[in-house]
């Protein structure tokens, strides 16, 4: 079952949540039980400092305690803080009034020494949980003898158990507290942080029911390079959509020729070998028009969605090379100037449609020269330099020559559609195309991509 993002992060917020106020909770609870114990200890520490202040020798050599203690629970029976003396063989000697119905064990098997402080839990027999502080003492009787004397103070832990109960209801009150408002605030901003892709993810369906043609600009740094790559895509596919609509609209056009040739030999009619004769031409021509109207479509709607990276100096190498053997006759001198890491990241029939148009018409036009130089500049911007040393083409007549059909010489051999083909290429990767006069005599198209066509 799928979830969404949001939903997925804030239950692993959750349990981190859980688990970081859990362990908070343990160790808060601990710290309150440890507070609570020393705070105990110290208080029947100065219960126990109180009751030995208060103990005397009466005339008959004897320790006496009175009845009017500093602590009056130490009267009240059932209090829940008793007071105890024992000598050192356990027996009691004297006992608070609190603990007149509690069966009080609290002889030690091992005497502690003398002086020494031990606080001990009991638990009495009917259930009830006590704290136990007692102190082995020395009293110095009228003769100068030393009387053993074992002091007790003990209290119920009912309170203690109180207090920390509700502590640590407290405690968990304010931690769920704090924990529904914190994930209150984390939803609040993961949905701020995932309005990126919430944004791309509507502009996505604009540009699929055509509201958008791209993607837009203002993403965070972390998405802007899927957002490039998905406008590369979009692009590149409108583009190709685009040219196969050119290529089918180019194909109708170039059949209107011959098929208007072949209804005017029909026309004048004549016996079936000479109409033969005079139609076979046009057939052939149809049939080259076709193959190479297919050739440009296949092309077009390749199998490829991504865009792989091509190493320039190679293929225009490879390039150079066939043109060299197409145009024999001319033995044209072709160079190439090209960083061997320079690389582009186009569909790789555009780049060759591309780069053979180029080719294809310095080399047609050339007298014995033809130059490709390949460089980038600091912004990242992939510049090629096609020249030739022929006729050149007037400044006037460069915009008119990159729309569809447009020659101009109509003698020459051709259809006028490859620098429109090149330009709509160039256009589709967000470049630009500029003819000028070429220091070798002739003409000079200089494209520049930007750096998004950059592998």
């Known amino acids: 079952m799928r979830s969404s993002l949001n ?213 965070p740094t972390e998405l802007e390079g899927v957002a490039r790559n998905l406008n590369l895509l979009v692009g590149s596919e409108r583009s190709r959509a685009e040219r196969y609509r050119h290529t089918l609209d180019n194909l109708a056009h170039s059949l209107k020729t011959p098929l208007a040739a072949m209804r005017a030999v029909l026309n004048e009619g004549g016996s079936a070998k000479e109409v033969g004769a005079r139609i076979d031409p046009q057939i052939e021509r149809m049939n080259e028009i076709v193959r190479y109207q297919l050739g440009k479509s296949a092309s077009v709607t390749g199998d490829h969605l991504g865009l792989v990276p091509i190493a320039v100096k190679g293929e225009l190498t490879r390039l150079a090379d066939a043109m060299t053997k197409v145009y024999r006759d001319k033995n044209p001198d072709i160079s190439i100037t090209a960083d061997e890491t320079i690389a582009v990241r186009l569909e790789k029939g555009d780049f060759l449609e591309l780069a053979g148009n180029l080719i294809d018409n310095a080399c047609k036009w050339c007298k014995t020269r033809v130059q490709v130089c390949v460089t980038t500049d600091t912004a990242g911007t992939i510049i090629f330099l096609f020249e030739d040393d022929g006729p050149g083409i007037p400044e006037e007549s460069a915009d008119r020559l990159l729309q569809r059909g447009m020659r101009l010489d109509e003698s020459a051999p051709g259809q006028g559609i490859g620098l429109a083909v090149v330009r709509d290429i160039v256009n589709s990767y967000g470049g630009t195309l500029v003819i000028t006069r070429s220091s070798l005599g002739g003409a000079k198209l200089a494209i520049s991509l930007p750096p998004t066509a950059r592998e």
Do not use: C
């Open 7 to 219: 939903a997925r992060l804030l239950f692993s917020v959750s349990l981190l949540l859980l688990l970081f106020f859990g362990a908070t909770i343990v160790v808060l609870d601990s710290a309150f039980r440890q507070s609570a114990d020393q705070a105990e200890e110290d208080i029947l520490d100065g219960q126990l400092m109180t009751l030995i202040a208060t103990a005397e020798l009466n005339v008959d050599g004897n320790l006496d305690v009175p009845k009017d203690l500093p602590d009056p629970r130490f009267i009240n029976i059932g209090s829940g803080l008793y007071a105890e003396i024992r000598d050192r063989e356990g027996q009691s000697y004297w006992r608070s009034p609190s603990a007149l119905n509690i069966s009080w064990q609290g002889k030690e098997d091992t005497p502690a020494a003398f002086g020494a402080h031990v606080f001990t839990e009991r638990t009495l027999p009917d259930g009830s949980q006590l704290v136990e502080l007692s102190m082995p003492v020395e009293w110095e009787t009228s003769d100068g003898q030393l009387a053993p004397y074992v002091f007790y103070v003990a209290e119920d832990l009912d309170s203690i158990h109180a207090q920390l109960s509700r502590f640590r209801r407290q405690l968990f009150t304010w931690f769920a507290a704090v924990a529904i408002i914190m994930l209150f605030a984390i939803g609040a901003l993961l949905r701020r942080v995932l309005k990126p892709l919430r944004q791309i993810e509507n502009e996505i369906e604009e540009i699929e029911s055509g509201k958008r043609l791209k993607l837009s600009a203002d993403l």
